[in-house]
């Protein structure tokens, strides 16, 4: 019987590769959501205490609101913030870990309303970052609340945005933030607002940079004079903020 000849295969087998620029592109478009304004985290109710120094006459113009949030990030609230979002960042795939860096971040509120505005923006910060499923899944966030920079540690980290970029865009949230609640109250033009947040761009860079090597054990802070506004803001009269 003759032989029959067999043809061998020339096909070649590939395998997908990943494009590391198109992933870093993915991840920056990402984070232009996650720290957008019109992200459904509820930032625009809360004023972080600015309500009251804004009434007693603290901030009342674009150089007395670049002192307060400056000193929030040399010395207060801001700069934790960075220190918390940094630590989440770097366990967010340990759970026990980052539940206790959650726990710990709750721990430092300085009063309720401080408390209430980071948990209840940090999980609404989760459900609204739930859409790209970087999120860990109910079962596993039950019985912990989740401050913000917690949340954007956490979120950040797995939806590829590097840890400098994430501490960054979490600082500039926070300074956004007062400066629009600013803007409303005292009140400031858009353009006084634009000049604000020009000036606090070196102060937020080098809290940025001196906090890269803190760790929770460096939190601390001694703006008194905003953390008491949050307690005062409680029983102000005329409120258009929840803190």
């Not at 007693?56 to 801001?78: E, K």
């Not at 039950?142 to 970029?165: K, N």
């Not at 009140?187 to 080098?206: C, I, M, N, S, Y």
Request: glycine residues 12%; negative net charge; aromatic residues 8%.
């Amino acid at each position: 019987m003759p032989r029959v000849a067999r043809r061998r295969s020339t096909a070649i087998i590939t395998t997908p590769t990943i494009d590391p620029a198109r992933e870093e592109s993915e991840a920056f478009l990402r984070l232009l959501s996650w720290v957008s304004p019109a992200f459904p985290t509820g930032g625009y109710a809360y004023s972080h205490g600015l309500e009251w120094a804004v009434e007693t006459g603290d901030v009342r113009d674009v150089g007395t609101l670049g002192t307060w949030i400056g000193a929030l990030l040399d010395h207060g609230s801001l700069g934790n913030d960075l220190i918390i979002l940094g630590a989440a960042w770097d366990a967010a795939d340990d759970r026990d870990g980052l539940r206790e860096i959650a726990d710990f971040a709750c721990a430092c509120a300085s009063s309720r309303e401080r408390f209430e505005e980071a948990v209840y923006q940090g999980e609404a910060f989760m459900k609204a970052a739930s859409v790209w499923g970087v999120v860990p899944g109910p079962e596993e966030r039950v019985g912990v609340r989740w401050p913000l920079p917690v949340a954007q540690g956490l979120v950040f980290q797995r939806g590829g945005v590097t840890r400098a970029q994430a501490v960054l865009s979490g600082g500039y949230g926070g300074v956004a933030a007062l400066v629009s609640a600013a803007v409303r109250l005292v009140p400031l033009g858009q353009t006084d607002g634009l000049h604000a947040l020009a000036r606090l761009e070196p102060v937020l860079l080098a809290a940025v940079e001196r906090t890269a090597l803190l760790t929770l054990e460096d939190l601390g802070g001694a703006c008194f004079r905003s953390d008491l506004a949050t307690m005062h803001h409680e029983t102000q009269g005329t409120r258009l903020f929840r803190t």
